[in-house]
């Protein structure tokens, strides 16, 4: 019983790390690659090795029977909308800006999921992820960030924020019909399909294939796609959509707040960023907010078990 609380747990810490370095290994891709090519070849791995796992019968996937169309709304917005948004944001801004805004999702899951699936939180809960996104805020005034990113980076940032917590409702909806696995590997055969299409029809047009496949001459951009498509990819959405099967949508949500925390710590050890006890406080507020929705969270659903029991 004490696992199926602390799995989705571990999954979501785990998930935070994969999507906290993503920023970095997808700001040191796009410095060779287009941005749509970049998507193209990232799909491509994850659907790839999906499709691969699934002959293999490493997975099961069985769709017969069941809404497809649902499937097909969530993955408009994950991750047809959503990564259109995040890689233009991140083009135009930072490393740690991307990863610091993307702490905005659970203030978004947890009004949306308070309307669609009537998930009220608690008091308790509403002041931890407001601790948690008053330790974003320390971060960013610290970093300054409004003054070195662009501005339409930041627009393009606050719509893959709204698409990010339109997927947290549909999975968490959806997980009552599909397993995480299922949800997963369509979101990834629909992003493999659609970024290739947009990017063989590009270079189809201006009839140069070679500019295509030129940048995976770069080792970096070798180790951007492999990451991208096969942890960011394949294994963090796997783990975000196990989540959202097993915790409330506010819940899960709060762990994109560790993401700002990682991709602030690759900042200041990779790309060699300055760090300021400010910015120690920030991130200290931001775990324990994390922590706090989460235990009041668990403590919530204890107590209204105890009532209908």
């Not at 785990?14 to 997808?26: C, D, E, K």
């Not at 796992?53 to 769709?63: A, H, P, Q, S, W």
């Not at 501005?151 to 924020?161: K, R, S």
């Not at 960023?273 to 919530?300: D, H, P, R």
Request: proline fraction near 2%; charge should be positive.
């Amino acid at each position: 019983m004490k696992s199926n609380k602390i799995l989705p747990i571990i999954a979501g810490i785990t998930t935070s790390f994969i999507f906290g370095f993503s920023f970095l290994f997808t700001k040191e891709a796009l410095d060779t690659i287009q941005p749509f090519d970049l998507l193209s070849f990232r799909f491509g791995t994850a659907a790839f090795l999906l499709i691969l796992l699934r002959i293999m019968g490493v997975i099961k996937i069985d769709y017969k029977g069941k809404n497809i169309k649902a499937l097909l709304v969530l993955a408009l917005f994950q991750p047809v909308l959503y990564f259109i948004f995040e890689i233009m944001g991140i083009a135009r801004t930072t490393t740690s800006e991307a990863g610091i805004m993307m702490a905005l999702i659970p203030i978004v899951v947890t009004c949306l999921a308070s309307v669609f699936l009537k998930e009220i939180p608690s008091k308790l809960q509403i002041a931890s992820i407001i601790l948690s996104l008053l330790g974003v805020c320390c971060v960013v005034l610290m970093k300054d960030v409004y003054s070195s990113g662009s501005v339409l980076g930041m627009i393009f940032l606050v719509c893959a924020i709204l698409c990010a917590a339109i997927l947290n409702i549909l999975s968490r909806k959806l997980s009552i019909s599909f397993k995480p696995v299922e949800i997963t590997f369509f979101m990834m055969c629909t992003g493999a399909v659609f970024y290739n299409g947009i990017s063989l029809f590009k270079h189809g047009v201006n009839g140069d294939f070679i500019s295509f496949i030129m940048p995976l001459k770069e080792i970096k951009v070798i180790i951007s796609i492999l990451y991208l498509g096969i942890l960011s990819s394949v294994v963090a959405f796997f783990l975000t959509n196990y989540n959202l099967s097993k915790l409330e949508a506010s819940r899960a949500a709060v762990f994109a707040n560790l993401t700002t925390v990682i991709s602030v710590v690759a900042g200041v050890f990779i790309r060699k960023e300055a760090f300021s006890m400010y910015q120690f406080l920030g991130v200290c507020m931001i775990l324990l907010g994390v922590w706090g929705t989460n235990y009041f969270g668990e403590k919530k659903e204890r107590k209204l078990k105890g009532r209908t029991q």
